[in-house]
């Protein structure tokens, strides 16, 4: 015969919709029910008698499930959604001013670049969306696996590169591209999960860290590199660990760092000197790396307020890198503005849904995302400003490319992901009648 109580959490369970929901109301109703049940026990009744009583307190099923059903079903976060679509949006609107010149320098037209560009934000909204739908809580305990196949990824570009782009070197899968930015999103799980186990020391989150650095470093690539390093900085602080063990070993890194740079500055090459050098004084370097500071800084003066009608004089990278120039030269700063707002507001949402989330797992997965897209929005804006020497550094679903545009929709979609199940964590929040 069926037990009272599990007849009353089936008739909870019909009146909610999303089996997520479902599972985790019966989880939190029959946690409630037994120590409800025990009470009754230590007061002398038998355990029919206390399992009719315990569920009796519950109150009606249906009115209950109902009213749970309203409290738990899964969430979406439409103001993140609409802030997406626009973000996207504004990336087809450099390809409008993709003239002749430009488009026989990179050997493809104004149309090849809108139909690429609406096939990779095509791919990156179904990415966005399979996040959203997917139960982050199901990747917490997938962290080695991840932290596995970012390594396996690394290694195969440091030993079995078909091609070198800029320097680093990628794998060519036909039109695509595997490069070291797309073992980063298994890295931001891998330390998530790392961050959040608590029988993991700092020693070996240390070798970890140092070993996935090193092929890093291998491959190479200088800007992944830095977005993973402030990515595991940024987590670590926020991390389980006390202030005291934090800044200790912050501290102790920070200065590891600067005597490694102090003691292969000598063995550093001439190209990378001058580069550095140039951004210091880019006057003094005109000719050579200075040149392309000093043209940047030339067309954002001649944008004004509301854009140039000229061409936009030759700049390599116009369209991926130094999107943000050319969208300066073409609409002007004010639009520039209203554009980095966008962008920003982002990163403004995701911290006040990082304020909603219960769950320390989900909270650092926000910490994260939000970290990988603001260093990368910071980056591209501040090399642009003159702020920061210039590297390689996508602008957020603004710059071309697929890579990108497919790194920073998992990003969102983690976003969306945790705040979709924001209220499905286990709080004891379920309200008992008497």
């Not at 997520?20 to 025990?38: G, P, R, T």
């Not at 976060?77 to 802030?83: A, P, Y």
């Not at 591209?380 to 920073?408: D, H």
Request: charged share 15%.
């Amino acid at each position: 015969m069926e037990k009272k109580s599990q007849s009353y959490l089936r008739e909870v369970r019909e009146q909610i919709k999303s089996k997520e929901a479902k599972n985790f109301v019966s989880a939190e109703l029959d946690s409630h029910i037994k120590e409800a049940k025990n009470e009754w026990m230590k007061k002398g009744l038998e355990d029919a008698e206390a399992e009719e009583k315990a569920v009796g307190q519950m109150g009606s099923p249906v009115t209950l499930g109902q009213q749970l059903n309203k409290l738990h079903r899964p969430k979406v976060d439409w103001l993140t959604v609409i802030l997406l679509v626009t973000a996207i949006g504004l990336g087809f609107t450099p390809i409008l001013f993709v003239d002749a010149d430009y488009s026989s320098q990179i050997g493809m037209g104004a149309g090849d670049f809108f139909k690429h560009k609406a096939i990779f934000a095509f791919l990156g909204g179904a990415l966005v969306l399979g996040m959203m739908l997917l139960d982050y809580r199901k990747l917490a305990k997938l962290g080695w696996l991840f932290y596995l196949i970012g390594i396996l990824i690394l290694l195969m570009l440091s030993y079995f590169p078909t091609a070198l782009i800029n320097g680093m070197s990628v794998i060519m899968l036909g039109p695509f591209r595997l490069e070291s930015l797309m073992a980063i999103p298994f890295f931001f799980l891998a330390w998530v999960s790392f961050f959040n186990n608590k029988r993991l020391k700092i020693w070996h989150l240390g070798l970890l860290f140092f070993l996935s650095c090193y092929l890093l470093l291998m491959v190479p690539s200088i800007p992944t590199t830095y977005i993973y390093v402030v990515m595991v900085f940024v987590l670590f602080w926020w991390s389980k660990f006390s202030r005291k063990q934090i800044l200790t070993t912050m501290i102790l890194s920070v200065g590891t760092c600067l005597l490694a740079v102090s003691a292969f500055w000598p063995l550093t090459s001439p190209y990378q000197k001058v580069r550095l050098l140039a951004f210091l004084n880019p006057e003094k370097y005109s000719n050579d790396e200075g040149f392309m500071i000093l043209h940047i800084k030339k067309l954002m003066a001649d944008a004004g307020w509301f854009g140039s009608s000229n061409t936009l004089p030759y700049l390599p990278g116009a369209h991926t890198d130094f999107v943000f120039v050319s969208f300066i030269y073409h609409y002007g700063w004010f639009f520039a503005a209203v554009l980095v707002l966008i962008l920003c507001l982002l990163v403004a949402r995701i911290i006040v849904i990082a304020h909603k989330i219960h769950d320390p797992y989900g909270k650092l997965l926000l910490i994260g995302a939000m970290t990988l897209y603001t260093v990368q929005l910071a980056s591209n804006i501040g090399m642009t400003l003159g702020f920061l020497p210039m590297t390689s550094m996508s602008l957020p679903f603004i710059s071309y490319g697929l890579m990108p545009t497919l790194f920073n929709a998992f990003l969102i979609g983690v976003v969306l992901s945790v705040y979709r199940r924001k209220d499905l964590v286990s709080s004891r929040s379920v309200q008992v009648t008497n």
